[in-house]
């Protein structure tokens, strides 16, 4: 499966890939370039509020000083208290707007920051290689663009103003903790590096099992995409054993992953909270001490106690942070590995174009073999085609009948050779205006949810109701589609059942509306019985009349009227001719031709 071997080809790296935890981040904060002034004054606003949560303990000592100075003196200072109590009461309310302000600003730099990333995969989507689609499974890009960015957008919401929040009341109670008492403070700051030295070693070791999780949740989305779109299949050839037993496969290593991951991940807070009480613990002791010999007040203990509790949260809140960072530079690393995949050439600077086409094709020399491997399978393909023929493409699976196709509509760059199209090479041409040029009918139907009008009217403007249902008409759809409920305007979905040969009659009607001046056909009649596809053959004889036109089949009854047929084998051809001379040479074609037709001398 295409998961699996993707799955292991990263798997093989990331022990390597676990050391980018750095990279990654600095990735995504370069990325929120455009959001820096929200995220900034989102930072500054989460920083203020905690500054007067840090004030606020130092007030209460100042409090708790002159609340015990007036229980010992009989009389208390109502307006210096009531003053304190104003004071914390203004600072707390700010600080809780702070807060919502904060939250309100880093939700919208969140949520266009998530955005970005999902269009910016979607264009890539669009200018990748056809052979990067190979190697990886669509259910592995999907989750990168579902459950790597949603990861992602949560870290930027919580996170990143909650670790601004903790590192600014962690130094603010420093700071404080030892312009009130320095020996206290030492005691605090000792017992705490041990929770430091321990998250440190726990993120090393966590977060290769963060990595492996994103790759293992992209493995088992592609594994579910392939099954389910070939349940059918899986169901008829009671393989749901052995289904069920490669899914069981992924999702034990996605458990074994995902446990370790949070397990260790999960040391983090408790540890903490040891290390937060046992700190805790020491400077009551050693307070309590310096108390009774009179070096500091029951103020300073009071306010050193909620200080305490302000330096350990923040460490508890540091480490949760961590782990939820281990997970965002995981997903970063697999959203900016696809980010930054190698693109289709950039071709802006092209300045030719095909209008007026003629339709004359020439192959010379062309030599292709696949990127990353060294076998070629085209070798030396020459072949001159005038405009309006129709070529036919036959041969064994495997001979190279689909890729010359592919090479002709450039979805993969040639090797060697060249291929024009009316004189002009393809490579001086865009991708853009090639494609225009042809119709496309594949062996592969391909529908989307919308109306059948939709479907089959899809990427062209201004096509009218009366050359819809002409098309319809010509290639026997319309009597069909007249029995849906709402015609042309019933919706394909889940709920409506349509046959293969159905789906294929919509492609089909698609191409005719598309009226490109070539068209390539490959197997467009592989899917319907004898009796559709003599009417459909009738409709592509009109189709492909004066047009220049590539058909791969097949049933070679198909192209017995073919100008030219070319027979392929290994990446060469072998025989070319019509149909009738290819006969009378008794060869390659011969042999095919009478494997299907044995009534045929």
Same mark, same amino acid.
């Given at each position: 499966?295409?998961?699996?071997?993707?799955?292991?080809?990263?798997?093989?790296?990331?022990?390597?890939? &676990?050391?980018?935890?750095?990279?990654?981040?600095?990735?995504?904060?370069?990325? @929120?370039?455009?959001?820096?002034?929200?995220?900034?004054? &989102?930072?500054? @606003?989460?920083?203020?509020?905690?500054?007067?949560?840090?004030?606020?303990?130092? $007030?209460?000592?100042?409090?708790?000083? !002159?609340?015990?100075?007036?229980?010992?003196?009989?009389?208390?200072?109502?307006?210096?208290?009531?003053?304190? @109590?104003?004071?914390?009461?203004? *600072?707390?309310?700010?600080?809780?707007?702070?807060?919502?302000?904060?939250?309100?600003?880093?939700?919208?730099?969140?949520? $266009?920051?998530?955005?970005?990333?999902?269009?910016?995969?979607?264009?890539?989507?669009?200018?990748?290689?056809?052979?990067?689609?190979?190697?990886?499974?669509?259910?592995?890009?999907?989750?990168?663009?579902?459950?790597?960015?949603? *990861?992602?957008?949560?870290?930027?919401?919580?996170? *990143?103003?909650?670790?601004?929040?903790?590192? /600014?009341?962690?130094?603010?109670?420093?700071?404080?903790?030892?312009?009130?008492?320095?020996?206290?403070?030492?005691?605090?700051?000792?017992?705490?590096?041990?929770?430091?030295?321990? =998250?440190?070693?726990?993120?090393?070791?966590?977060?290769?099992?963060?990595?492996?999780?994103?790759?293992?949740?992209?493995?088992?989305?592609?594994?579910?995409?392939?099954?389910?779109?070939?349940?059918?299949?899986?169901?008829?050839?009671?393989?749901?054993?052995?289904?069920?037993?490669?899914?069981?496969?992924?999702?034990?290593?996605?458990?074994?992953?995902?446990?370790k991951s949070q397990f260790l991940s999960g040391l983090m807070m408790p540890i903490m909270h040891f290390v937060g009480n046992f700190g805790y613990v020491s400077v009551c002791i050693?307070?309590?001490?310096?108390?009774?010999?009179?070096?500091?007040?029951?103020?300073?203990?009071?306010?050193?106690?909620?200080?305490?509790?302000?330096? /350990?949260?923040?460490?508890s809140q540091i480490a949760q942070v961590t782990t939820e960072l281990q997970s965002t530079a995981a997903a970063s690393e697999r959203v900016f590995e696809f980010l930054e995949e190698?693109?289709?050439?950039?071709?802006?600077?092209?300045?030719?174009?095909?209008?007026?086409?003629?339709?004359?094709?020439?192959?010379?020399?062309?030599?292709?073999?696949?990127?990353?491997?060294?076998?070629?399978?085209?070798?030396?393909?020459?072949?001159?085609?005038?405009?309006?023929?129709?070529?036919?493409?036959?041969?064994?699976?495997?001979?190279?009948?689909?890729?010359?196709?592919?090479?002709?509509?450039?979805?993969?760059?040639?090797?060697?050779?060249?291929?024009?199209?009316?004189?002009?090479?393809?490579?001086?041409?865009?991708?853009?205006?090639?494609?225009?040029?042809?119709? =496309?009918?594949?062996?592969?139907?391909? =529908?989307?949810?919308?109306?059948?009008?939709?479907?089959?009217?899809?990427?062209?403007?201004?096509?009218?109701?009366?050359?819809?249902?002409?098309? @319809?008409?010509?290639?026997?759809?319309?009597?069909?589609?007249?029995? !849906?409920?709402?015609?042309?305007?019933?919706?394909?979905?889940?709920?409506?059942?349509?046959?293969?040969?159905?789906?294929?009659?919509?492609?089909?009607?698609?191409? =005719?509306?598309?009226?490109?001046?070539?068209?390539?056909?490959?197997?467009?009649?592989?899917?319907?019985?004898?009796?559709?596809?003599?009417?459909?053959?009738?409709?592509?004889?009109?189709?492909?009349?004066?047009?220049?036109?590539?058909?791969?089949?097949?049933?070679?009854?198909?192209?017995?009227?073919?100008?030219?047929?070319?027979?392929?084998?290994?990446?060469?051809?072998?025989?070319?001719?019509?149909?009738?001379?290819?006969?009378? $040479?008794?060869?390659?074609? &011969?042999?095919?031709?009478?494997?299907?037709?044995?009534?045929?001398?």
């Amino acid at each position: 499966m295409k998961a699996g071997i993707t799955g292991n080809s990263k798997n093989r790296n990331m022990n390597d890939k &676990a050391k980018d935890f750095r990279t990654s981040i600095i990735k995504l904060i370069k990325y @929120c370039k455009p959001f820096y002034k929200i995220i900034i004054v &989102a930072l500054i @606003c989460a920083s203020i509020s905690s500054i007067f949560t840090i004030i606020g303990p130092d $007030k209460l000592s100042d409090l708790t000083d !002159l609340i015990t100075a007036g229980m010992a003196s009989g009389g208390m200072d109502v307006d210096a208290i009531l003053k304190i @109590c104003f004071f914390l009461l203004t *600072i707390y309310i700010i600080g809780a707007s702070l807060n919502f302000v904060q939250g309100l600003l880093m939700t919208k730099a969140t949520q $266009k920051t998530s955005k970005m990333l999902r269009n910016d995969i979607s264009k890539k989507i669009n200018v990748l290689p056809v052979g990067y689609y190979h190697t990886t499974s669509f259910g592995d890009v999907l989750s990168r663009v579902t459950n790597d960015v949603d *990861i992602i957008g949560e870290t930027m919401q919580r996170s *990143i103003s909650q670790l601004v929040s903790a590192i /600014t009341l962690l130094l603010g109670a420093i700071f404080m903790m030892f312009t009130t008492n320095v020996i206290l403070t030492i005691t605090a700051i000792i017992t705490s590096s041990l929770g430091f030295l321990l =998250m440190k070693f726990i993120m090393n070791k966590s977060q290769k099992y963060f990595l492996a999780e994103q790759n293992y949740l992209g493995e088992i989305n592609g594994h579910i995409e392939e099954i389910y779109s070939g349940h059918q299949v899986v169901r008829n050839y009671n393989a749901e054993k052995e289904v069920t037993k490669a899914f069981d496969k992924i999702n034990e290593k996605l458990y074994i992953s995902n446990w370790k991951s949070q397990f260790l991940s999960g040391l983090m807070m408790p540890i903490m909270h040891f290390v937060g009480n046992f700190g805790y613990v020491s400077v009551c002791i050693l307070g309590a001490i310096l108390a009774l010999k009179g070096t500091i007040s029951f103020g300073v203990i009071v306010a050193f106690m909620l200080y305490i509790r302000l330096f /350990t949260n923040p460490l508890s809140q540091i480490a949760q942070v961590t782990t939820e960072l281990q997970s965002t530079a995981a997903a970063s690393e697999r959203v900016f590995e696809f980010l930054e995949e190698k693109e289709l050439e950039d071709e802006s600077h092209k300045t030719k174009k095909l209008e007026n086409v003629r339709g004359e094709i020439e192959f010379e020399h062309v030599k292709f073999g696949y990127e990353g491997t060294n076998k070629i399978i085209i070798h030396d393909f020459s072949e001159h085609v005038y405009p309006g023929q129709k070529i036919a493409i036959v041969g064994p699976t495997g001979a190279g009948k689909t890729t010359m196709v592919n090479l002709l509509m450039r979805f993969h760059e040639i090797n060697g050779g060249t291929i024009k199209i009316d004189g002009i090479p393809i490579s001086e041409l865009t991708r853009e205006n090639i494609h225009k040029l042809f119709g =496309m009918v594949l062996q592969d139907t391909w =529908m989307f949810e919308g109306t059948i009008r939709e479907n089959i009217a899809y990427s062209k403007e201004n096509v009218t109701d009366e050359e819809i249902e002409k098309v @319809c008409e010509t290639v026997g759809l319309s009597h069909f589609i007249k029995t !849906l409920p709402n015609g042309y305007d019933t919706i394909i979905s889940d709920k409506i059942s349509l046959s293969a040969g159905q789906k294929q009659l919509i492609t089909i009607a698609r191409a =005719m509306i598309e009226n490109a001046p070539m068209l390539i056909l490959d197997e467009a009649t592989s899917s319907v019985d004898t009796r559709t596809e003599i009417l459909i053959q009738e409709a592509m004889d009109k189709l492909t009349k004066g047009r220049t036109s590539f058909v791969i089949a097949h049933r070679l009854s198909t192209i017995k009227n073919a100008d030219k047929i070319l027979v392929m084998k290994d990446g060469d051809i072998i025989e070319s001719g019509n149909h009738q001379t290819l006969l009378e $040479k008794n060869g390659f074609y &011969a042999n095919l031709y009478n494997s299907q037709f044995e009534d045929v001398s």
